[in-house]
């Protein structure tokens, strides 16, 4: 199957076809780090995670770009709340940002750019804009021009004309058009600035993405991510500034994830609306949070809620719970050597690939992280009900149990569940160990009793115990 994405821009799922063959740039647009981040934040982030760990899987050749916005009035207004500088809260927030990366395992992007260190490259792109008449100088502000990009509002959908009645002009602005934005922005007394063809000041939002993207990426990017409130006005506004620079397409897909609500409304910083990922992780570990946000599509608009939480533990549990059963018996049977393989156990092995086929099905229409755990669940109710059901099969056939360990491996590896890895039984028992409980259970299959028990106590003068169940015995070491 063809890897389909949705582009917002087209508004349909197109087959994706990178610029480069086998190369693909990514760039997903970071936080504004006035303050930790929030359960809103990591759900952006981890989708883009998961987007680009399938990305890997596949094969391409991934840079991938997130950048941090380091200082804006925000960030500077919480620094003169604390009395400190801003580099203190951008840098303190910035350590919080990686601090649950880490916890909810997203992995390390390519480049983290900074505003602060692109200040030369935003000057330049503004320069560029001005000597296309795009963009213009009044009172020590730039300005671009909207008007004059006759495309814009085509990635969210808006007329020209609608904008403007909505737009206004603060008292202290001399735009032009009350729908130009603000490329580069005057200093304040007592803010941070830096020197410019147009005078001391800083940049604007919006042209920070669209210099640092196209640095490490190239003037048209692969894909381009964000949560769905960051389209209209900036992704807008990056789409505008960048082509207008270039003359090229700024971006082939646009892949933005839905939001999260609280109690019916997004969350969001800017309303004090919405907790922050410290608070969650008190009760929840990362890989728990993670399930919680890869378990529906990441376009999907989300309520936020603890007992959908609770409900991501318990399916996290089942699947630990597999993988901790399965690898005690794969231990338990490499190490006898003994290994049945029944038409039974054959079946299974059919359901493993059609579950596997299936995942990555999911993972081709547009990255459906949900409909593919689905069939991950699928899986995991056809094992316990073997169990259940005390069904012999299973627990002898060493080669259906490494395939199916090996397909829940691949599933890790595209969504990230694990972050220390495919949860094991956690027990190195010595090949002595299981030797005699593969004998023991040789002699538990013809019932002679007497050499079993004799085997027990074999197994215990080792410093191991052992638990019958149905689905076969557990051996641990005696406390």
Sequence with gaps: MALMVYDTLRAKKEEFEPIQEGKIGIYFCGMTVQDKPHIGHMLAFVAGDMIRRYLLFRGFDVTYVQNFTDVDDKIIAKANEEGVDYTVVAE????????????????RADIYPKATEHINDIIALIERLVAKDFAYEAGGDVYFRVRKFPEYGKLSKRRIDDLLSGARI????QKEDPLDFTLWKKAKEDEPAWESPWGSGRPGWHIECSVMSMKYIGETLDMHGGGQDLVFPHHENEIAQSEAATGKSFVRYWMHNGLLNLRGEK??????????IEEINREFNGDVIRFYLLSTHFRSRTEFSRERLEEAKAGLERIKNICVYLDERRRALEG?????STPESEGLREMVADVHRAFLDAMDDDFNSGEAIGHIFRLVREINRVRTAGEEYLKDDLETIRAILEAIAVFDSILGLFKHGLPTAGIEVPDEVRRLVAEREEARHVRDWARSDALRDQISELGYSIEDRKDGPSVKPRR
Excluded: P, Q, W
């Design 92 to 107: 303190r927030n910035i350590a919080e940002y990686f601090k649950y990366a880490d916890e909810l395992n997203i992995m």
């Design 170 to 173: 603060e008292v202290d602005e």
């Design 267 to 276: 969350m969001s910083k800017s309303t004090g609306h919405f907790f922050s």
């Design 336 to 340: 006898s050597g003994v290994s049945v």
